[in-house]
T-cell receptor, first 114, second 112 residues
């Protein structure tokens, strides 16, 4: 199993550009989530999904869109990048909905917006 | 929504000493409390977790305690070693572990 994978590892954008951060897992996990990590602020939840076709907002959803068309994939879209979105982004997944399960994190994507 | 506060932000101990990190949460409906360790440049990884029906859990040198009445929980690391140096995050979530909210993290330095 590859676990949770994320692409790209690094990305530099200009203000106003759009892009999609990719996240995939091969563990048949129902629950997937996106976090951003900024110095001194821990991991802040952006969006999460409890299964294909179901998504919901986290703590800091503004400026980000998500969709979940398959169990395996959970892409994060930045429609118009802003310097405030410079951060490290982590995708995570965990097992069956309704149970307390460890979240497995991907390796992260370091995004810089100029 | 849930809010998790974590203290201290930085902790420095001598090798062999104990380290304690404390967290408080705001949502009384939260009932799952995991702790994650993140080494420099790496992804967070679960080290221990506790559910609301348990007051304490131990795994070798690591223990976690939970006080639901006061809405706080703590991580205890005994006999610290240099490889324990990392950032530690507490977190809280509701039923099913959904919408996990993290604390701001504690950077632990263990001096040899």
């Amino acid at each position: 199993n590859a676990g949770v994978t994320q692409t790209p590892k690094f990305q530099v954008l200009k203000t106003g550009q759009s892009m999609t951060l990719q996240c995939a897992q091969d563990m048949n996990h129902e629950y997937m989530s996106w976090y951003r990590q900024d110095p001194g602020m821990g991991l802040r939840l952006i969006h999460y999904s409890v299964g294909a076709g179901i998504t919901d907002q986290g703590e800091v959803p503004n400026g980000y869109n998500v969709s979940r068309s398959t169990t395996e994939d959970f892409p994060l879209r930045l429609l118009s990048a802003a310097p405030s979105q410079t951060s490290v982004y982590f995708c995570a997944s965990s097992g069956l909905a309704g149970r307390y399960n460890e979240q497995f994190f991907g390796p992260g994507t370091r995004l810089t917006v100029l | 929504g849930e809010n998790v506060e974590q203290h201290p932000s930085t902790l420095s101990v001598q090798e062999g000493d104990s380290a304690v990190i404390k967290c408080t949460y705001s949502d009384s409906a939260s009932n799952y409390f995991p702790w994650y360790k993140q080494e420099l440049g790496k992804r967070p990884q679960l080290i221990i977790d506790i559910r609301s029906n348990v007051g304490e859990k131990k795994d070798q040198r690591i223990a976690v305690t939970l006080n639901k009445t006061a809405k706080h929980f703590s991580l205890h690391i005994t006999e610290t070693q240099p490889e324990d140096s990392a950032v530690y995050f507490c977190a809280a979530s509701g039923t099913g572990g959904f919408k996990t909210i993290f604390g701001a993290g504690t950077r632990l330095f263990v001096k040899a």
